[in-house]
């Protein structure tokens, strides 16, 4: 496999580092893309001294900034032929945060970062995908969607650029939840649209990994004891890494496109039922979703306003 090509956004830390000491182990062409060169270069060494694999690149990429992606996006296809692995591993979740933040082009940040950049940044790479004989998409999705189960949860669809920043209440947690609700879906309808280029778009429900000390740093007083208390048990960010290479390279993904895939890389199902002993089983199992991400209206919307958002 030493001829195939890899992106992995958010590589410097976490999953996205392990996913890409993972791949370079299995002799692929890594690119990091990140925002931070600084401490990413030091990465990229440590990854190319550990592996032995000297085709590990690192290009600089802002997710939440749709200038930044199509600079990266540029710079990628002059220097590489084509794109076998596409990897929306990098996502904004700031513990602590209380106040709203915007984008470059005035995008609440969680939404700029986990929804619309990856959107605008596959979009942009489906040619140079199209030239591979086996392209692969996997966005990073959460277990945090769980909260739509709640049939009280909406994604906040007239608040995405702070528009009620003033009036609304701001909350990190359900900002990012949203997020990636929204990345679920648009992963369904990309892998529709891209599928007759042959072109398969997954997502991986993530489950708990070990945070970081920087990450557990940021959070309130009650939730870092919480969070260490967690991490006693919490697995690596390597055992996802894994289930990133095995969704993008096994056979038994070959045919796969516009499913949401849990840690036990199965596939989930949408609810059947959202009510009673049925609701407790979604909550508290990881083989189904919310049916509020396959509702056409929501997956219309999310999908017109990402063209919109992205388009010039």
Not at 38 to 62: F, G, H, P, R, Y
Not at 104 to 117: D, V, Y
Not at 230 to 241: K, V, Y
Not at 296 to 310: A, G, P, Y
Request: aromatic share 10%; charged share 25%; glycine share 4%.
């Amino acid at each position: 496999m030493n001829n195939k090509i890899v992106i992995i956004t958010g590589a410097n830390s976490g999953i996205g580092k392990a996913a890409a000491l993972k791949f370079a182990k299995e002799g692929f062409s890594v690119i990091m893309a990140c925002r931070n060169l600084e401490i990413s270069k030091a990465v990229q060494k440590e990854i190319m001294e550990v592996t032995k694999n000297t085709n590990v690149d690192l290009i600089e990429l802002d997710v939440s900034s749709f200038d930044s992606i199509r600079s990266f996006c540029t710079a990628f296809k002059s220097k590489y032929p084509r794109l076998d692995i596409l990897i929306h591993n990098a996502a904004y979740l700031n513990h602590g945060e209380k106040e709203y933040k915007l984008s470059p082009e005035h995008i609440e940040l969680s939404f700029a970062t986990n929804t619309f950049g990856p959107f605008l940044m596959t979009r942009l790479l489906a040619d140079h995908l199209t030239k591979s004989s086996d392209s692969r998409v996997l966005n990073a999705c959460t277990t945090n969607i769980k909260n739509f189960f709640d049939p009280k949860r909406k994604i906040e669809f007239d608040n995405l650029r702070g528009e009620l920043k003033g009036k609304r209440p701001y909350s990190t947690y359900k900002m990012y939840g949203d997020s990636k609700m929204a990345l679920l879906m648009l992963t369904f309808k990309m892998a529709e649209e891209y599928k007759s280029m042959g072109i398969k778009i997954n997502a991986l429900q993530i489950n708990r990994v070990k945070l970081s000390k920087e990450t557990i740093e940021k959070m309130h007083s009650v939730w870092k004891v919480f969070a260490r208390v967690q991490n006693l048990t919490n697995p690596l960010p390597s055992g996802m890494a894994d289930n990133y290479f095995q969704i993008c390279t096994s056979e038994a993904f070959n045919d796969v496109t516009g499913q949401l895939i849990n840690h036990k890389l199965e596939i989930l199902q949408p609810s059947t039922s959202e009510k009673g002993f049925s609701q407790l089983k979604n909550i508290f199992g990881s083989s189904s979703y919310p049916r509020y991400a396959i509702d056409r209206q929501n997956v219309e919307q999310i999908w017109r306003l990402s063209n919109t958002l992205t388009e010039g």
